[in-house]
């Protein structure tokens, strides 16, 4: 989406647990329509067990994936 040495102006951030579907929805559209600014995307994966966090490093490389080991991390904050 962006190069490193670029300047970010717009950072995606997508929680999800066990979504693996909705994720592969959703950055592929990410992909597919890109903002006319420069961009970063990460997905939180809370501890999935449906291969969604595989599917992301496989499919979508220029995602910066943030594997949590703990399923109620968010309800923390």
């Given at each position: 989406?962006?190069?490193?040495?670029?300047?970010?102006?717009?950072?995606?951030?997508?929680?999800?647990?066990?979504?693996?579907?909705?994720?592969?929805?959703c950055?592929?559209?990410?992909?597919?329509?890109?903002?006319?600014?420069?961009?970063?995307?990460?997905?939180?994966?809370?501890?999935?067990?449906?291969?969604?966090?595989?599917?992301?490093?496989?499919?979508?490389?220029?995602?910066?994936?943030?594997?949590?080991?703990?399923?109620?991390?968010?309800?923390?904050?």
């Amino acid at each position: 989406m962006s190069s490193p040495s670029t300047s970010i102006d717009i950072s995606v951030v997508i929680v999800g647990w066990n979504a693996e579907h909705y994720l592969e929805l959703c950055l592929e559209s990410l992909a597919k329509a890109p903002p006319r600014r420069s961009m970063e995307v990460f997905v939180v994966d809370n501890a999935s067990t449906d291969g969604s966090a595989e599917m992301i490093e496989s499919k979508f490389p220029w995602v910066k994936l943030i594997r949590s080991n703990a399923r109620d991390a968010t309800s923390r904050w």
